[in-house]
């Protein structure tokens, strides 16, 4: 049974990947690549790399593989990137490069780590929460903030990209 505090967090996720599966039911390849300008990040690329941070934190979290790197996802993907890249530090040119990429690809990698994610939660308990899994920040960071950092960093990456889903989309019928 996953403890009372974990519970808001599971949700929090749930919601999470809700807003994945919306933002990106019915794009294209094309839409999911397009940017509201020259160095603006696309659709795909913000949901690839809000799961790709997702991926990393909860996997080093949990002590467990990145689902990155099982189930071929880094070779289905086939990204011009290195191996462990999740986004940081990546400049125009690289989120650029993240190109015919379909919305299927990208919910199935979200809903594979979304599971991952909530296979932790549900095996932690409460005191869990102040572990901490990170401490070469001042002060040292605990599971719980960490967490709640992962939320937080996920819910304005997807709601930058359904922003920029509502451009594309009126741009196009617009267009039309």
């Known amino acids: 049974m996953t403890a009372p505090s974990i519970v808001p967090l599971a949700d929090a996720f749930d919601r999470i990947k809700e807003t994945v599966e919306d933002t990106l039911d019915g794009l294209s390849p094309e839409e999911l690549a397009a940017r509201v300008d020259a160095d603006a990040n696309s659709i795909g690329w913000l949901v690839w790399h809000l799961t790709r941070v997702q991926d990393d934190h909860i996997a080093d979290a949990a002590g467990l593989t990145q689902v990155w790197h099982t189930d071929d996802w ?4 086939d990204l011009p990137y290195p191996r462990d890249a999740h986004g940081y530090g990546q400049s125009s040119a690289d989120v650029a490069a993240f190109r015919g ?3 299927d690809l990208l919910a199935q990698y979200h809903s594979a780590v979304h599971a991952q994610t909530l296979r932790y939660l549900d095996t932690l ?4 929460l102040d572990r901490v899994v990170d401490d070469s920040w001042d002060p040292p960071v ?5 967490l709640v950092s992962v ?10 990209a359904a922003f920029v889903r509502g451009v594309v989309r009126r741009r196009a019928r617009d267009n039309h």
């Open 142 to 146: 605990t599971l719980g903030v960490r």
């Open 125 to 128: 308990a409460d005191e869990d």
């Open 101 to 103: 990429i379909t919305a």
């Open 74 to 77: 880094l070779k289905r993907f």
């Open 151 to 160: 939320v937080s960093d996920d819910l304005q990456h997807v709601g930058q």
